[in-house]
């Protein structure tokens, strides 16, 4: 697959996870908790790919026993852990500042694969990163400082989030040169349901899932902001550097943050939607780097 090709899908997958608070939110009207809507998501999700794949491409089924505990770290880790610290940071924050606090993970991702992966620390990548740590300060209100409303508790699980999702697209990396992107999604999607779903006790409120507009909002993050989001993202990071793939999700806070002030009237300041710039900006920064040098996008990783 050509790499502009695997930029797109990427950038396509994070814009699906960007919607993800639409449906979140009436969750949350409804009564759900964070770890209840991890659950239905991941559990709703995993039966539909399931179901599918048994159906139309089994061999993507097929596993090697001695992977199970990477496919583990991915759900578990890298979408239940990640799934909860995002959600509540949202319920008790807002939408715009959940994503902002979760894009901070293109940081832990460049770490983790120069040490892991070896991959180049560019001049670069080191100025996008920069640009995402001022914007995110600006975002939420660190600069000027004193001026931040936010608790220590939102932050540290914001950046929890962040920490959390860039250890999707770590392990993803390496689960990436043995299988399939259908099967990396399934079976991670399969062991964060296994590891949540038990502890949820969601099945006592089976009277307000049957409502239509619930309903709705499960099939929307299990379908749209899960399956789709998952799949393109997971398929174009087989051919993208880690740190890259990482930075290329700022289509995720643009549509996110476009969605927080537009649906849910989240207000920002001006220094905010400053902050809130500079953090797409820097993905920019980072894709038209290779094109310049090369003629074209060049090689390169997942969630």
Request: hydrophobic share 55%; proline share 2%.
């Amino acid at each position: 697959m050509r790499n502009y090709s695997a930029y797109l899908l990427a950038i396509i997958g994070a814009s699906f996870w960007g919607l993800t608070g639409i449906f979140v939110k009436s969750l949350y009207n409804h009564g759900f908790t964070a770890w209840e809507i991890v659950a239905i998501r991941l559990t709703c999700s995993t039966l539909i790919l399931v179901i599918l794949l048994s159906l139309f491409a089994p061999r993507y089924l097929k596993v090697n026993l001695k992977h199970l505990p990477y496919f583990f770290g991915l759900g578990v880790l890298g979408i239940v852990i990640f799934n909860w610290c995002y959600f509540t940071v949202m319920d008790q924050a807002s939408l715009s500042i959940a994503v902002v606090l979760l894009y901070t993970s293109p940081i832990f991702v460049t770490i983790l694969s120069s040490i892991l992966f070896k991959e180049k620390v560019t001049k670069r990548k080191v100025l996008s990163l920069c640009l995402i740590l001022f914007g995110c300060a600006l975002a939420i209100q660190l600069i000027p400082i004193g001026n931040t409303v936010l608790s220590f508790q939102v932050i540290l699980l914001g950046l929890l989030s962040a920490f959390f999702c860039a250890l999707y697209s770590i392990i993803g990396k390496f689960v990436s040169q043995h299988y399939n992107f259908l099967t990396i999604t399934v079976y991670a999607l399969m062991m964060g349901s296994l590891f949540i779903f038990p502890t949820s006790s969601v099945w006592k409120k089976a009277d307000i899932i049957q409502q239509g507009d619930v309903l709705n909002s499960i099939i929307g993050v299990s379908v749209i902001s899960t399956i789709f989001a998952y799949l393109l993202y997971t398929f174009g990071l087989v051919s993208i550097e880690s740190s890259k793939a990482a930075i290329l999700g700022a289509m995720e806070p643009i549509v996110a943050v476009l969605v927080g002030v537009l649906i849910f009237r989240d207000s920002l300041t001006l220094l905010q939607i400053t902050g809130i710039t500079l953090v797409i900006f820097s993905a920019f920064v980072t894709v038209f780097q290779r094109k310049r040098k090369t003629g074209n996008i060049g090689r390169q990783f997942t969630n």
